[in-house]
């Protein structure tokens, strides 16, 4: 396959995850700030005390909070 192609592809496949990819990406900042501003100090909680904990959760759970806002194309792939 050609460059071109694999571009097309990779095209097509954000744009239709594009809510899944900001999501995660709002989430992830919203995470890290969370802990930067928050956080637990003693360290005894186990997601907001350390920025990758609460960067990864808060990005999966903003994807999911964004892809329910997807709408139903009704076809099936």
């Known amino acids: ?6 571009f097309y592809i990779m095209k097509k496949w954000i744009f239709a995850h ?17 802990w930067k501003l928050i956080g637990c100090n003693s360290g005894t909680c186990a997601i907001t ?4 904990n609460s960067t ?5 759970m903003g994807a999911l909070l964004f892809s329910m806002f997807k709408k139903d194309t009704g076809t099936v792939n």
Not at 1 to 6: G, I, L, Q, R, T
Not at 49 to 52: A, E, G, L, Q, T
């Open 56 to 60: 990864v959760y808060f990005a999966v």
């Open 1 to 6: 396959m050609n460059a071109f192609h694999d």
């Open 18 to 34: 594009k809510l899944w990819i900001i999501g995660a990406m709002a989430g992830g900042i919203a995470g890290f700030m969370y």
């Open 49 to 52: 005390s350390n920025p990758r």
